[in-house]
């Protein structure tokens, strides 16, 4: 995966090289980004944290977090402002003093 993302950052890099020389901008070019990759199931994940809340641990905060976790990473490709709202909803959830 870390070679196709060195591909893919290459092929950006040169596109947007190409529009700086066009425009004459004089711009300096970089692109990151795309060197690690997540390829866990999510379910799994899922399952694992299931089981944790499921030990009946009394903590608000435990919940919070494991909520907020699961949210952002099965909506990984939402848009940021989207994730900032629902980790701001499950913030103020049940419990939100804790």
Known sequence: MRAYGDAV????????KGI???????LDISVTG????DI???S???SDAQQLLA???DS????????????????????QD???RIVAEIEQGPGAQG
């Open 82 to 84: 989207v994730k900032d």
């Open 55 to 57: 030990l009946g641990v």
């Open 44 to 46: 799994i994940e899922l």
């Open 20 to 26: 700086e020389e066009a425009r004459k901008d004089g």
């Open 60 to 79: 608000p905060t435990l919940k919070k977090e494991v909520f907020k976790k699961l949210a952002l990473k099965y909506l990984a490709d939402a848009r």
């Open 9 to 16: 950052k290459d092929q950006v890099r040169r596109v947007l």
């Open 34 to 37: 795309m060197d690690e990759f």
């Open 40 to 42: 866990a199931d999510f």
